[in-house]
């Protein structure tokens, strides 16, 4: 297995997110998310492929910004936000560097409003 630096583990994830949300390229994005992806959200169906559907059924203009990105180990943490939806959405999300080959790391998800951070809970993201 390959050692990789934070900085080339910033760039894997930031090039999944672009190749996902921004280019809509569902073949290129399967190598960043496992076919065994857990999807925390309950209103996106399971797996991979209701991440993908749910990408599918947004407008052509959806974009995913970039606004941190921190990384340390094989652990990259993003926060962002979606545009061209009709109104800005944020996300946060702590994964490992989704590496092919690499065990599957942990990820954050917010079980309530934004104000409510002591109610973030961790899950197995099983990101490659």
């Known amino acids: 297995m390959p050692k990789t630096t934070p900085e080339q583990n910033k760039a894997i994830v930031l090039k999944a ?10 073949a290129a994005a399967e190598r960043f998310w496992s076919p065994t992806y857990v999807q925390h959200s309950a209103h996106i169906a399971p797996g991979r492929e209701g991440l993908f559907a749910l990408v599918r059924a947004t407008p052509d203009s959806l974009r995913y910004e ?5 990384a340390e180990g094989d652990y ?9 939806i009709g109104k800005a959405s944020g996300l946060d999300c702590g994964r490992r560097c989704p590496i092919r080959g690499r065990s599957p790391g942990r990820a954050l998800g917010r079980v309530a409003r934004r104000s409510h951070t002591e109610r973030i809970r961790e899950w197995s993201s099983h990101v490659w």
Do not use: P
């Open 17 to 26: 997110f672009d190749t996902l949300f921004n280019k809509g390229d569902y």
């Open 76 to 84: 990259v943490i993003a926060h962002g936000r979606f545009t061209g």
């Open 66 to 70: 970039n606004q941190l990105i921190i």
